[in-house]
Every structure is written in C-alpha cells, then in structure tokens.
C-alpha cells in the first residue's frame, strides 16, 4: 500500500434531507429510487447512506485522505442544485479533503450549462457522474455534447457512468453504446475525461492503434470494481492503458462485498487491492494518489 496520501476519485454522498426522506425524493426522481432502494429481502447489493462527518470518519479508520464527491444524474432540477449547494458547503469546510463533481443532466438544456457555469463560480472540481442511462440520451445527443463543449471552457474534468456491455443484470444496468465515445474524446482534446467503472470494458479498446491518440485525455476509475470484476483486472487494465491513466474509485458507500459486511467502510476494498491486484509500489503510489493530485493540481 502507498504511504502517500490517498484520494477515492469516487464517492456519493447525497444531503440528508434526501435520504431521511426517501420515499418523497425517489418519487420525485424514479430513476434515484430504483438505483437506491433497499431489497426487500435485505440480501444482495445495496447503496449506503453516508453524511460529511461519517464519511471522513470512515475514511479516517480506512487510511484514506480525501474524497471526490460525485454528483448524481437527477431527472428533477430542484434536486439537482440541492445536491450541489450541499457539496459546496462540504468542500468549502473542508478544503484540504474534499473535492465535488457538479451533479448535471444534460437533457436540461440551456439550464444545465447555466449549472455547470454556477458551480464553476463555486469552485467545483469537475462535472459527473454523468449517466446517459438514467437520463435518457447517448453520446451523440446534442445536449451532452453542449454539455461537454461548456466542461472543456471552464476547464472542468467530466466523469461518466460506463456500464459494461456483457454480464449478469442489476437495477439501473447503463447500455448505452460506448462507442462514440472515443469520437467525444477526439473532438474535445482540451477536455479530460474520466469513465467510471474501468470505461465499462473500454480499455480493451485503447490498444487499438487507430484509438490510442484520440483516447489520450481519457481515465479510467475503478468504481464498484469488486462488484463487476476480479480483482485482477485493476493489473490488467494497468497493462492496457499505463499506470498513469488510471484512478483510485471506491463508489463509497456502496456495499461492495454484501455477503461479507453489511457496514459501509473502504478497507475490504482497499484491503483486497494490497493482498490481491500485484501492484508494485510505484504502480501502487501512481494509482492511490498521484495520479488523482496531478490531475487536480492537488498538492
């Protein structure tokens, strides 16, 4: 495990009037609702609730430093602003630990560019997690690629929910074609992407040579990794594209191991990668933490 600082480039936590009030905000947002709702049986994954205080606290236990705040893709305007404005305040008292990613949904249109130029003014980090799925467009709708237009202006990174297009079915599984993506990357290369959940298999595809120049501001995070994939495939997608490219992501407090611990925490996670991916120490220093710092201009 490295001994620098390490940041978690994917974290959700929602404010607490949301998930106090569950049933009236997953009304309001269907989608929300059936990513987020307890099974009834209580077995199987589920999401997690976490405030500021518990997250950093959990952090704290695990040896994490800091946190990058993703947003969500709400179908419900007023929730939107609501998750950013709760973001804000948490980076702005907490400065030197967290950094937030603007919950947008492109579909908003002209509302959702005045969002990403109001959180810019707030001091957001970047944008996402984007999900196409959710919100009801692909990566040719002329919305998202406003969308990506106003990110590369204000210099902000995007973060896009990947779902992958082979495996087993789970509520809110994203299927949206990823293939435009690399065509994005191209027409936008001032603008970094960041594609949740190992790019959804897309770093098979960065070897390609016709791929490999149009994929250079491209990351990858390793959200939910325990969840779709062995463990292994953190060495692996190191292999395919460099060390460099690739970013520490728990999707905290998402319960990656349900049959093992029904508590949020990031140390089974973090635990499994020191025991189990065969990162050396240089690959582990790059993967857990510089990458996300030099990225963010962290110090």
């Given at each position: ?12 936590l ?37 405030n500021?205080?518990?997250?950093l ?51 908003f ?5 005045a ?60 299927m ?10 191209k027409r ?24 490999q ?49 029904r ?12 025991d ?24």
């Amino acid at each position: 495990m490295t001994t620098k600082p390490i940041w978690d480039a994917h974290v959700h936590l929602f404010p607490e009037e949301i998930y106090r009030n569950w049933d009236k905000y997953a009304a309001r947002d269907t989608w929300f609702g059936m990513l987020t709702k307890k099974p009834e049986d209580g077995k199987g994954t589920e999401e997690a609730w976490a405030n500021i205080d518990e997250a950093l606290a959990a952090a704290d236990k695990a040896g994490v430093w800091g946190l990058a705040m993703q947003g969500w893709y709400w179908n419900d305007e007023g929730m939107m602003i609501m998750h950013n404005d709760y973001m804000a305040d948490a980076f702005h008292r907490h400065p030197d630990r967290l950094v937030g990613f603007a919950s947008i949904n492109p579909k908003f249109g002209s509302k959702a560019l005045a969002e990403i130029e109001r959180c810019a003014s707030l001091g957001f980090a970047g944008i996402g997690e984007l999900g196409p799925g959710g919100n009801g467009y692909d990566f040719n709708d002329p919305d998202f690629l406003a969308a990506m237009e106003c990110a590369q202006h204000y210099k902000l990174p995007v973060c896009i929910h990947c779902g992958e297009p082979v495996g087993h079915p789970y509520p809110g599984r994203d299927m949206t074609s990823l293939s435009p993506l690399p065509g994005v990357a191209k027409r936008f290369p001032q603008l970094t992407l960041i594609l949740a959940h190992m790019g959804g298999g897309l770093p098979f595809y960065a070897m390609n040579p016709r791929l490999q120049k149009s994929l250079g501001n491209v990351y990858y995070d390793t959200a939910a990794n325990p969840l779709l994939y062995s463990i292994r495939s953190i060495k692996a997608v190191i292999a395919m594209v460099g060390v460099e490219r690739l970013l520490f992501g728990s999707d905290f407090p998402l319960l990656l191991y349900p049959s093992r611990s029904r508590e949020m925490d990031f140390s089974l996670f973090l635990t499994d990668i020191q025991d189990h991916a065969g990162l050396s120490a240089e690959e582990s220093d790059r993967f857990f933490s510089d990458n996300f710092r030099t990225l963010f201009h962290l110090q």
